[in-house]
C-alpha cells in the first residue's frame, strides 16, 4: 500500500547543451544533456502530457533548418 507523505527537500538539476549554426545561418545543430549529473531526486509529476523535469539523465540533440 503507497502512502503520501508531505515534505520538503531542495534539489538542483544542472544541464548542458552544446550548438553548431551552419554557414550561412541555414539552421543549427544542438545536443544536449538534461540533469548532467544524475541526480536522484522525489518528484511526482501532475502534467503527465507536458514534462518538466527529468528524474534521470537524458541525452538528446536536434537540428532546425531555416531556409
Same mark, same amino acid.
Given at each position: 500500500? $503507497?502512502? =503520501?507523505v508531505n515534505g520538503t527537500s531542495?534539489?538542483? #538539476?544542472? $544541464? =548542458?547543451? &552544446?550548438?553548431? !549554426?551552419? @554557414?550561412? !545561418?541555414?539552421g543549427m545543430l544542438s545536443v544536449? #544533456?538534461?540533469? &548532467? +549529473? $544524475?541526480? !536522484?531526486?522525489? +518528484?511526482?509529476?501532475? $502534467?503527465?502530457?507536458? #514534462? &518538466?523535469?527529468? @528524474?534521470?539523465? #537524458?541525452? +538528446?540533440?536536434?537540428?532546425? &533548418?531555416?531556409?
Open positions: 500500500m $503507497d502512502t =503520501l531542495n534539489f538542483f #538539476v544542472s $544541464d =548542458l547543451n &552544446l550548438s553548431y !549554426r551552419f @554557414p550561412n !545561418r541555414h544536449g #544533456v538534461n540533469n &548532467l +549529473f $544524475d541526480n !536522484r531526486f522525489n +518528484f511526482q509529476n501532475t $502534467d503527465y502530457n507536458n #514534462v &518538466l523535469i527529468f @528524474p534521470s539523465r #537524458v541525452v +538528446f540533440s536536434r537540428i532546425t &533548418l531555416a531556409f
